[in-house]
């Protein structure tokens, strides 16, 4: 089953302003991680954050993580056109070996021109 | 290299009918992954292969049977599906862990998908 759950389900700003993700899930994790779909297509891995940090950046992303609350949010900076896609949080439960990515339910994200 | 291929783009069959999907990668990792995705749902996960064995297959019906001959490949044999089985079928790849992973070998590559309309 599905752990996790993310709010808004979609989300519509100008191009330009800031975008921001959460995701909550039930179970103790490994690490948190972050992916984008365009309609139809693969997904793209984004960032990656382990259970022991709090935060982490990558260009315009900077993704959070509280443990004790099981949350973690995603922020989009100057957003663009080209980043109107879904996004996915995508908890990881195991600690070697392969993984076994639990998807939160994806939030649906426009930019407007 | 950090593409994983899918082959067909699209698949339409009938419940009778038998076929497969194809996924290849060429980074060296030896995990890959099955996940089927519905219209604006999230992907769930149906099988992991770790160094060409099965080593978890999330209930998913016997109708649907994956194989890995080698390394860099991946199939799916699907016979006697169901319209309910119409859906994005994905395929990822890792390094596999081993006994404590990191930054870089927790990533999965996905590929682009075959969308299967079971008719």
């Known amino acids: 089953s599905q752990q996790g759950e993310e709010d808004p389900q979609a989300l519509s700003i100008q191009e330009g302003e800031n975008a921001t993700m959460n995701c909550s899930y039930k179970t103790s994790i490994n690490n948190l991680q972050w992916y984008r779909q365009n309609s139809g297509r693969g997904l793209v891995h984004l960032i990656l954050?382990?259970?022991?940090?709090r935060e982490k950046h990558s260009g315009r992303l900077r993704v959070t993580l509280d443990t004790s609350k099981k949350s973690s949010s995603l922020l989009i900076t100057a957003s663009r056109a080209a980043d109107t896609a879904s996004y996915f949080c995508a908890t990881d439960p195991l600690w070697g070996g392969a993984q076994k990515l639990v998807f939160g339910q994806g939030t649906r994200l426009t930019i407007n021109p | 290299d950090t593409e994983v291929t899918q082959t067909p783009k699209h698949l339409v069959m009938g419940m009778t009918n038998k076929k497969s999907l194809k996924c290849e990668q060429h980074?060296?990792?030896?995990?890959m992954y099955w996940y089927k995705q519905k219209a604006k749902k999230p992907p769930e996960l149906m099988f992991v292969?770790?160094?060409?064995?099965?080593?978890i297959n999330e209930s998913v019906p016997s109708r649907f049977s994956p194989e890995c001959p080698n390394s860099s490949l991946l199939n799916l044999h699907l016979h006697a599906l169901q319209p309910e089985d119409s859906a994005l079928y994905l395929c990822?790849?890792?390094?596999?862990?081993?006994?404590?992973?990191?930054?870089?070998?927790?990533?999965?590559?996905f590929g682009p998908g075959t969308r299967l309309t079971v008719l």
């Open positions: 954050i382990r259970s022991n940090e």
């Open positions: 292969y770790s160094y060409e064995k099965l080593s």
């Open positions: 980074m060296g990792h030896r995990a």
């Open positions: 990822a790849s890792s390094q596999e862990r081993g006994r404590v992973g990191n930054s870089s070998t927790d990533t999965q590559y």
